[in-house]
């Protein structure tokens, strides 16, 4: 009977498991515990809104060649954080993204599908791609593609799969608009003597935006704006100065770029002579003063790190660096944030430089730095007659990094705290004071209610240097005669363009989700012994090759000096055999040191992993049974003191 007892009871024990793990599947399938640092799986608040914002259902097809990835660390670990972060995004969708995971085997019809969908493969072998994208799609024709998840922009996942999501919810394109006081839209170069197309920048603009141009003379802004981009607003008037605090006060994102030399603005009816002297500069000191940031006065950013060599005319032509022509790599742009994480190079052009007050009204985070090794430059010296060597004899390195750009966030007063500015009468001196009341009358009956603060936080990126957005400073055309083929692209200057102009364009919640960590967590310690042997095997290689070439001078040196015949001096002397042997015995002795450094390299590594391996697989589980053990003898002396205190009693 007891037998029996216990065999229905290990049946209702597997049955209970079983129930169990269905009954979870279903309801607990949602649940996540995120235990890693940063927490990488888990959404932001913000995430969690876009998810769940799109008013028609959307269709993730994530492409991603499981098998092939496997065994590759890289791109198995980080296919799988792509897709539980997209199922992340699904879970908190509640029901709005569809996900489906797609392994475009080799020659099948699904990586057919993925070629067709303009996914980018990384090849892996001779004949294996392996393909790690996304196309999502909704039931009005919306269709985005992430062509490829690459490892190494793994903390911006979250942001392009949010960004993907609002392009979707919002099908149209959204509107910029662009105030600028340079010829964007084409000219005519008095350089070159011939008519200019339109920037290649604001084609690319064009390309996601529905732009509206925006003449610096004018008093307001279009009312349906959802960014504003401000390029070089020389001769803006007090009217449209008001108009865009009162934009960025009351939500309107902006990016704003001005410039100590404008190198790019050229009076279109002057030859090049007439360019010097001509003020070039453009400011906004109103604002900028209200948000408790300013333009560096009359001076440029100078590095000598960044500077672009420039060669001098000359009998003997000389290359010098030029101080305020600067090549912003990734070390001077801000990892973290998603307009500069992805950028590698960024040309720059007689850029001024921000400070910020110390009692400023905003906080900010720059984008683009100099090195700690940054100084300003007198722009007087740079303006009218550039002399790249004399900038250098009078440069003085600082010894912290000037900002260039910047994104400002805070909740700042207005500029004109006086109100509105007045319209400019034709004649204030002979307007008759009842027109005057009447016209003050009109305009207050007009106008809204100013704002004299922001309620809440504003975002705007300020850029001390329009002359990245030249087409002369980051692509070059490709022509074939008359016939302009397309451009060869050398720097980032146009996505950092557009990158910051999608962000702003974007919701506010799409601001908020920022860069973070990643899930790859190297080896530091590995890695430092990695670089040290390589230094030290480095130096032996140069000493080697030092000592070969010394010895190979030496025989040409023995071989010139003999006065035999042409035919004897093919003959080797004792001198020349002797060098000869002493040179083999330095390549035999230098290799077994280079074997040597090698050898102690891999056994160094290989220690220090097995130590790894050893408290990861050993000493852990060690210490858990320990513990357990332990347990288990306290309670069995606990139960024996107990029986032994029952007996006595």
Request: hydrophobic share 40%; charged share 25%.
């Amino acid at each position: 009977m007891s037998r029996f007892v216990g065999l229905i009871s290990l049946v209702l024990l597997a049955a209970l498991f079983l129930g169990l793990n269905v009954a979870a599947d279903h309801t607990l399938s949602g649940a996540r515990l995120d235990l890693t640092e940063g927490r990488l799986y888990t959404l932001r608040p913000a995430s969690g809104r876009i998810a769940k914002s799109p008013e028609e259902p959307i269709r993730f097809r994530f492409y991603y060649s499981k098998d092939l990835a496997r065994g590759i660390p890289q791109y198995e670990s980080f296919g799988r954080h792509v897709f539980e972060m997209l199922e992340s995004f699904s879970h908190a969708s509640g029901g709005k993204i569809k996900l489906d995971v797609i392994n475009p085997e080799p020659f099948s019809d699904a990586e057919d599908e993925a070629v067709a969908e303009g996914l980018k493969p990384t090849p892996i072998s001779p004949t294996d791609n392996l393909y790690m994208g996304l196309v999502a799609t909704n039931s009005l024709d919306g269709h985005e593609v992430i062509p490829l998840f690459r490892p190494d922009e793994e903390r911006f996942l979250e942001y392009r799969i949010a960004q993907l999501i609002t392009k979707l919810a919002k099908p149209d394109k959204p509107k910029l608009g662009l105030l600028t006081g340079l010829p964007m839209t084409g000219g005519f170069d008095q350089r070159m003597q011939r008519p200019t197309g339109e920037w290649v920048v604001l084609s690319e603009l064009k390309a996601s935006f529905d732009v509206e141009m925006i003449e610096p003379t004018a008093d307001e802004l279009p009312g349906d704006l959802d960014a504003l981009m401000v390029v070089h607003p020389k001769g803006i008037t007090p009217k449209m100065m008001y108009a865009i605090d009162q934009y960025v006060l009351g939500g309107g994102k902006a990016v704003i770029y001005v410039d100590p030399v404008c190198e790019a603005d050229q009076d279109q009816q002057s030859q090049m002579g007439m360019q010097f002297g001509r003020d070039r500069s453009s400011n906004l000191p109103g604002l900028f003063g209200a948000w408790g940031v300013t333009l560096a006065d009359g001076k440029l950013a100078g590095d000598m790190d960044l500077a672009i060599q420039v060669q001098l005319p000359g009998p003997v032509p000389e290359r010098v660096p030029y101080l305020i022509w600067l090549t912003v790599g990734p070390d001077e742009l801000a990892k973290d944030d998603p307009v500069t994480g992805n950028l590698t190079r960024l040309n720059i052009a007689s850029a001024g430089y921000f400070e910020r007050a110390d009692d400023a009204a905003v906080t900010w985070e720059p984008l683009i730095e100099t090195t700690d090794h940054g100084g300003p430059v007198d722009r007087a010296k740079a303006e009218m007659a550039p002399d790249p060597k004399g900038l250098l004899s009078d440069f003085v390195p600082g010894d912290h990094p000037l900002v260039i750009a910047a994104r400002l966030t805070g909740e700042p007063k207005t500029a004109f705290p006086d109100g509105p500015p007045e319209a400019k009468q034709a004649d204030d001196s002979t307007a008759d004071a009842d027109t005057k009341a009447a016209d003050t009358e009109k305009k207050d009956a007009e106008s809204p209610d100013q704002i004299m603060q922001a309620s809440k936080s504003i975002n705007v990126i300020v850029v001390a240097d329009t002359d990245l957005l030249a087409d002369g400073g980051w692509v070059q055309e490709q022509r074939l005669g008359g016939v302009l083929l397309g451009y060869n692209v050398y720097a980032d200057n146009g996505a950092f363009a557009v990158n910051a102009a999608e962000q702003m364009a974007g919701s506010t919640d799409l601001l908020e989700v920022r860069g973070r960590g990643t899930f790859v967590r190297p080896f530091k310690l590995l890695e430092q012994m990695q670089r040290d042997a390589e230094a030290e095997f480095l130096a032996t290689e140069q000493t080697l090759q030092d000592e070969i070439n010394q010895t190979r001078q030496r025989i040409n040196d023995l071989q010139s000096a003999r006065s035999d015949s042409s035919t004897a001096s093919l003959v080797l002397t004792p001198e020349q055999e002797a060098e000869i042997d002493r040179l083999n015995k330095v390549l035999a002795d230098k290799r077994k040191e280079l074997r040597e450094v090698q050898l102690n390299l891999r056994k160094d590594i290989k220690k220090l992993e097995n130590r790894i391996k050893l408290i990861d697989t050993g000493l852990v589980p060690v210490l858990l049974c320990v513990f357990a053990l332990s347990l288990g003898g306290y309670r069995a002396v606990r139960r024996r003191a107990d029986r032994k205190r029952g007996s006595e009693r």
